[in-house]
Nanobody, 122 residues
Framework: QVQLVESGGGLVQAGGSLRLSCAASGSIYSISTMGWYRQAPGKQRELVAIIISSGSTNYTDSVKGRFTISRDNAKNTVYLQMDSLKPEDTAVYYC????????????????WGQGTQVSVSS
């Protein structure tokens, strides 16, 4: 079993910054892709940023130049540094990880965190 625990959400004024963290724990053999998604009220969940084990990253256009995703492979942790926040960034942010477990090392399974609220006031 694998658990993802997020932290770092909160309320911030427009132009401010927040840093989200997501730590994966459990029977982890390896983690390939880690990412952040978000879901605003009344909208579908969307990809914000992803990072693969080599460090390559990809961002949705609306956050390019403002958000930075990084990871610490030794700690199985992914971070999202969010700068120049805008009210439209308000959403619940979810961590995702593609994991091979010791029980099934040939199978990649997706795991999700519980979500953390990010609210940006104008």
């Amino acid at each position: 079993q694998v658990q993802l625990v997020e932290s770092g959400g909160g309320l911030v004024q427009a132009g401010g910054s927040l840093r989200l963290s997501c730590a994966a724990s459990g029977s982890i053999y390896s983690i390939s892709t880690m990412g952040w998604y978000r879901q605003a009220p009344g909208k579908q969940r969307e990809l914000v940023a992803i990072i693969i084990s080599s460090g390559s990253t990809n961002y949705t256009d609306s956050v390019k130049g403002r958000f930075t995703i990084s990871r610490d492979n030794a700690k199985n942790t992914v971070y999202l540094q969010m700068d120049s926040l805008k009210p439209e960034d308000t959403a619940v942010y979810y961590c995702n990880a593609a994991v091979r477990t010791w029980i099934r090392p040939l199978t990649i399974s997706n795991y999700w965190g519980q979500g953390t609220q990010v609210s940006v006031s104008s």
